[in-house]
């Protein structure tokens, strides 16, 4: 499907097709995952739950809510939609930009200690939004996907995005059976491969695992 479109190049030979593989990164909102394909066929993978681009919506409307210091903001559902609204304008922002401007009109209205500034505002940067969301994986992913398999028991628990990537690609190249260098293209696709943060963690884990300038990364124009 990926020569169709211009993506690949069309294998040369039958034996190109026989003894080269594609690896597939697809960075999805609310799950990722990585896909070796060989002849049309995935050979091995790995599901990467509550691993994607709405990981950092959640994450920053958890930072809004401690900024806006107001315990009942949480159990208010127009509060909260106007909070996750707000919140994912910015992160798509932050997708282009290094920083972005969180404004929320009203959010304090009818709130007594805040009667005088109803709008709530504050400046996020792309650098402090990528750290919250590896935190947040490392902490409260990571465990579950070493539990259930989806990452490499033969790696220490991922601490960061590209020990993340390192160590699902891994698991998926010890359940294929495929070597590093029979990889002949990688393609990270999905809405969230446009974060820079999985396309840098992408370039990081191929470099520890085929050495640098040993890969040819593809990333479809959006």
């Keep these: 499907g990926a020569q169709s479109v211009n993506l690949l190049p069309t294998p040369s030979s039958k034996e190109e097709i026989a003894t080269t593989s594609t690896l597939v990164i697809d960075i ?9 394909v060989r002849q049309d066929r995935v050979i091995g993978t790995s599901c990467l739950d509550n691993v994607g681009g709405e ?20 159990q208010d559902v127009m509060s909260l939609a106007l909070i996750h609204t707000s919140a994912r304008s910015s992160i798509i922002e932050l997708a282009q930009k290094s920083s972005s401007k969180v404004h929320i009109p009203f959010l304090f209205m009818g709130r007594k200690d805040k009667s005088n500034e109803p709008h709530f505002e ?8 990528d750290q919250a969301v590896q935190d947040y994986w490392a902490k409260t992913v990571v465990p579950k996907l070493m539990e ?14 590209s020990s993340l990537l390192t160590s699902a ?13 029979n990889i002949q293209h990688i393609l ?6 446009k974060f820079k943060l999985f396309e840098q963690a992408l370039q990081d884990a191929l470099s520890a695992l085929m050495g640098p300038s040993s890969h040819k990364l593809v990333i479809p124009e959006a």
């Design 28 to 36: 999805g909102g609310l799950a990722s995952s990585v896909s070796l």
């Design 55 to 74: 990981s950092y919506v959640q994450q920053l409307c958890e930072r809004i809510l401690k900024e806006a210091g107001d315990a009942s903001i949480g």
């Design 122 to 129: 504050m400046t996020i940067s792309r650098t402090v939004m």
């Design 148 to 161: 259930s398999g989806e990452l490499s028991a033969s790696l220490p628990p991922p601490t960061n995005a």
């Design 169 to 181: 690609m891994t698991k998926v190249l010890e359940e294929s059976g495929e070597v590093p260098t």
């Design 188 to 193: 990270l696709v999905g809405g969230g491969s």
